[in-house]
């Protein structure tokens, strides 16, 4: 995969090649499939997003207790016109929660980049596609470019929670998201790179702070601010806006920033939340074995 | 890498090192033993034992047991499959000592009797390495086709798995050898590009101080 933005942006202004044509191409070689072959492995990624949307369960709590049974909240204040969101950023809402619920609750999700960060994509994604009618295709290529950039982090950072924080799950994610709907809105490479660039720039630093260990508190919750993050940076870059910061030194200031934490900070359940009263004594009555 | 290392796995919740490295564990364990697994006492270490009921560590190495992939909606309901298989199993926590953090011990008995002591780690992303099988260290990820050989540690084994696998076209991937004290039990392990057919595996298993052959390949067959 590829190390860095501006390569992208390089190979596009050379051969004309669209952002994700040119990760895709780049798996293709990697995984010696055909371009056919890759473009229906990720839309079955997408579709797998779309019914762990679907098969979302209302009555389920997570075997700790700690979550579940929120995303029906969003729903009927949704249904009632009473987010102050409105109606379109109520949904991104509802799915994201929804979907970290039902990671909590065991059930089936695709991990994006993460398994705690699983909101964060098709929450925005399948939103966006039932507002807008995208064809699957479009989507499918915009899952092409959040996954160039995902590995660009990956590379560049670090896409886990443990090496670097929750400003390399949910932050990534978000980065992830938003620049696959720069790609939507029409936006070229460039478009893209920024507006992932904003998206991590917003989110630097995020502890991972996990309660009691467990991908619940606060990681549920965030995935609605890696979603709507993803949203408003996408849309500032359509407007025209740029990073002042290049994209691939933003890139390399999370990864500074992620080393710098310190390691209470990075899914020890150690720091932060997880170390408060209430989330120390959301612990000590965890059942083992 | 690629992009559905990014984009993906498809996966049981909530973690992927909890959950569904804990179910790729069982499954690796089944595939070791050859044989649907009859009765399992299973030890969690560490962050697998503080934190695995809450993410379901649990269930899903019990699914695993089962040949369930980590991404099957039956891994919550584990529990009840297993009582309909007959599968008994019981759970406690164990300090392995200076090992992974994510560490479980498994002691297996299958459906035909065999037996199989073995100690594995997730160690990110749903990957695991299978640390001991035995008794002995060993260090390998389940990724690839593997032989796993528990031989006397005497001259000449090394060249018949070699000589076999050649013979068979069969690229070696990795090759690890181990062994408990100088001329006692020693474990070959080979990973290799491609699968080793049945006959193969047959015939080393015969050969004269060959304790005992077991292949893990991509495909579930117990
Ligand atoms: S807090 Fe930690 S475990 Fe939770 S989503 Fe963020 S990085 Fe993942």
Known sequence: MYQSFQQIIEIEKNTGKSFWEIVRDDDCKEMEITPEDAFQKMTEMYEAMRSADSSYD????????????????????RRNGTLLSGSFLGLIMEKAIKMGESNACMKRIVAAPTAGSCGVIPAVFLSLQE????????????????????????????????????????????????????????????????????????????????????????????????????????????????SRIPPD????????????????????????????????????????? | MNSFDIIGPVMV????????????????????????????????????????KGHGTDKALIAGLLGFPVDDPRIADSFRYAEENGMKYRMSGIDLGDVHPNSVKLILTGTNGRKMEMVAASVGGGAIQVTEIDGLATNFSGDYPTLVVSNLDQPGHITEITSML???????A??????????????????????????????????????NVTYLGLKDKA
């Open chain 2, 166 to 172: 050649s013979h068979k076209s069969i690229n070696i």
């Open chain 1, 131 to 242: 507002e807008k009618k995208y064809p699957v295709e479009e989507m499918v290529k915009a899952l092409y470019v959040s996954a160039g950039i995902g590995g660009i982090i990956a590379q560049r950072a670090s896409v886990s929670g443990a090496a670097g924080g929750c400003q390399a799950e949910i932050g990534a994610a978000s980065a992830m998201a938003a620049g696959g709907v720069a790609f939507l809105l029409g936006g070229d490479a460039e478009a893209i790179s920024h507006a992932a660039a904003m998206a991590m720039k917003n989110l630097l630093g995020l502890a991972c702070d996990p309660v009691a260990g467990l991908v619940e508190v606060p990681c549920v919750k965030r995935n609605v601010i890696g979603a709507v993050n993803a949203l408003t940076s996408a849309d500032l870059a359509g407007a025209g806006i740029r």
């Open chain 1, 58 to 77: 209302p009555t389920l709590s997570s075997a700790s207790g700690l979550v579940g049974r929120d995303g029906e909240k969003v729903a009927a204040a």
């Open chain 1, 249 to 289: 030194e933003v890139f390399d200031a999370m990864r500074n920033v992620g080393r710098m934490l310190p390691e209470d900070l990075k899914e020890t359940g150690k720091g932060g939340l997880a170390a408060t009263p209430t989330g120390i004594a959301f612990r000590n009555n965890l059942k083992t074995f």
């Open chain 2, 13 to 52: 919740g909530p973690s992927s090192s909890h959950t569904a490295g804990a179910a790729k564990i069982g499954n690796i364990a089944r595939k070791l033993l050859g044989t649907p697994v009859q009765d399992a006492d299973i030890y969690f270490h560490g962050s697998f034992l503080a934190t695995g």
């Open chain 2, 174 to 211: 990795t090759m690890q050898v181990y062994r408990s004290s100088k001329g006692g039990h020693a474990v070959i392990v080979v990973e290799c590009d491609q699968e080793v057919p049945e006959t193969a595996i047959r015939w080393l298993a015969h050969l004269e101080g060959i304790l």
